[in-house]
């Protein structure tokens, strides 16, 4: 646990100091709402459409995440000294952990800007938050596994990645009904979607890491 | 120690090297010597455990294993010392930071990014990482490329500490430069 901690520590203070994620995400996720909102005309703005906007807004922002986290510590010899005193699967789920921390924290950040713009409710705010974070949760892991797969293919990486990311799809339908409705056996259904994709990108991903030498 | 039999491996039908077998003691420091594409690095990851080998067992009971690459692990947006903290942290103890950096004279830079490092410094921040772990063999790929005179000593001596102590060194280099008991020839 405790190499756990410090290689989380670790990948925070790396992904923030050089690629600045959490700075970007919140510049993408307002940016991206700020765009929504002039796009949509002003008589169908309902606090659906506004919640839709914010939710798919924490989508497609975190999806600007790069996708040469892992290139470049294998580029800079990073991943292959620290394989020798960590295992895999902690590098996975540190980086992983890090990523999902990052997105979790420019998420709260935008949105109190949100719900000051958009005027929510407390129940709403509530339950976009949570919605929020479970697909925050999702899309931590296949960015990672997008990352991974990006450093482990020498050739036709970019289509590979093209073919991870379309997997948040479901999760875009799926929290657009449950914002519709604000039912709450949608968030059943994106917590089931999130037990199931965890563990098998962690289990890809470290099964990747630990054969990436191995060419 | 360190014991390897039949150890052989190629890339995409390229034999690298074949059949090699050899018992590594400890206080051993073995070269690794080869032209250019003969395989020092690819055999260099296989004893760090980085790799898996095409055919061959490599029998050890050493877990803790230190290893410094070609790449030589350096991110430019961190300072000296936050790199030292975190492989103290990983691999050793915070407690020997202090006498690391004052053994390789780096207390001038310690605070610097190391984007702002010269290539020989930079080697010399990846050396300190070797003090400060407690890994008991120390396997090193062309470590000396970029050291000068007055730092190729600095390193021969930590060699020698390091295996006078009963830890194991490996590496690789195109020099004469560093100490060795006995070679290991491939390609």
């Keep these: ?215 | 120690m360190i014991s390897l039999y039949n150890l052989s491996h190629d890339i995409n039908g390229k034999n690298l090297f074949s059949a090699i077998s050899v018992s590594i003691f400890p206080s051993a420091i073995v070269k690794i010597t080869g032209n250019n594409g003969s395989g020092k690095t690819t055999l260099l990851r296989i004893l760090a455990g980085i790799q898996t080998q095409k055919s061959g067992t490599i029998f050890t009971n050493i877990d803790e294993v230190a290893y410094i690459g070609h790449n030589i692990a350096i991110k430019d947006d961190l300072t000296v010392l936050e790199h030292l903290e975190f492989w103290a942290n990983i691999t050793g103890d915070e407690l020997m930071i202090p006498a690391a950096i004052r053994y390789m004279k780096i207390e001038d830079i310690i605070d610097d990014y190391c984007y702002s490092l010269s290539a020989g410094n930079k080697q010399k921040v990846a050396i300190t990482r070797l003090l400060v772990s407690k890994a008991k063999i120390w396997i090193l790929d062309e470590v000396d490329a970029s050291l000068d005179s007055i730092n190729i000593k600095l390193l021969k001596g930590l060699i020698e500490a390091k295996t006078s102590n009963g830890g194991i060194v490996i590496y690789s280099s195109h020099t004469e430069q560093l100490p060795y008991s006995f070679a290991i020839e491939i390609g």
Aim: with cysteine.
């Design chain 1, 1 to 215: 646990m405790k190499i756990l901690y410090k290689l989380l520590k670790f990948e925070l203070l790396v992904y923030n100091r050089s690629y600045h994620l959490i700075r970007n995400n919140i510049y993408a996720l307002l940016l991206s709402s700020v765009v929504f909102s002039i796009a949509m005309p002003g008589d169908v703005m309902t606090n659906y459409i506004k919640m839709l906007m914010c939710f798919w807004g924490v989508v497609f922002s975190s999806l600007t995440i790069p996708h040469y986290l892992i290139k470049s510590d294998l580029q800079d010899g990073f991943l292959e000294t620290l394989l020798c005193s960590a295992s895999p699967i902690k590098i996975v789920v540190s980086k992983y952990l890090a990523l999902t921390l990052s997105l979790i924290i420019s998420m709260l950040i935008s949105i109190g800007f949100m719900v000051l713009f958009f005027s929510f409710s407390n129940k709403e705010t509530l339950y976009l938050l949570l919605l929020m974070t479970l697909a925050i949760l999702q899309i931590a892991a296949f960015i990672l596994l997008g990352n991974i797969v990006h450093s482990y293919f020498r050739s036709n990486t970019n289509l590979l990645i093209a073919l991870i990311l379309p997997l948040v799809i479901p999760t875009l339908i799926i929290g657009a009904s449950a914002l519709e409705t604000l039912r709450f056996d949608f968030v059943m259904i994106l917590l089931g979607i999130d037990m199931v994709t965890i563990p098998t990108t962690f289990f890809l991903s470290s099964y990747l890491l630990s054969n990436l030498y191995d060419f």
